[in-house]
């Protein structure tokens, strides 16, 4: 019997299991889909699992620091004397996709994840979705 669990009724232990290192040298500069397997337990012994292979976005954007404008640091009671400005690499576009869980014997279950569709460097923050 195959049934259809959202991610958000259910709680899902997801474990990352990269099938090859991160090797940011070979990347080169800018913000890119890097593919790995991910594995899926329905619980924490494991009593469904499944793995698939999604996207995540791995690498570098720019950054950079100057001496701040004189308006910002008298607006700043001289406190804000180095202004940063960086951004980050994240997800620009997300896809939902369909993992199927074994759960032994012929029972089978049905989640649906998110992967990285579309990279860009954007403002850093600690979640988008």
Known sequence: IMSALRVGTVTLLIALMISESWNYETLGPGCHLHAFNVTIKSDRRGTCRGTHMIHACVGYCESSAF???????????????????????????????????????????????????????????????
Do not use: W
């Not at 640091?73 to 994240?90: D, E, G, M, P, R």
């Not at 997300?94 to 029972?107: D, F, N, P, S, T």
């Open 67 to 129: 001496p701040s404008k004189y308006s910002v640091l008298v607006a700043s009671n001289f406190k804000h004397n180095i202004t940063s400005v960086s951004q980050c690499c994240t997800i620009s576009k997300k896809q939902k996709i369909k993992v199927r869980l074994h759960c032994g014997g012929a029972r089978r279950e049905e989640i649906e994840i998110f992967t990285a569709k579309a990279c860009q460097c954007d403002m850093c923050r600690l979640s988008r979705y």
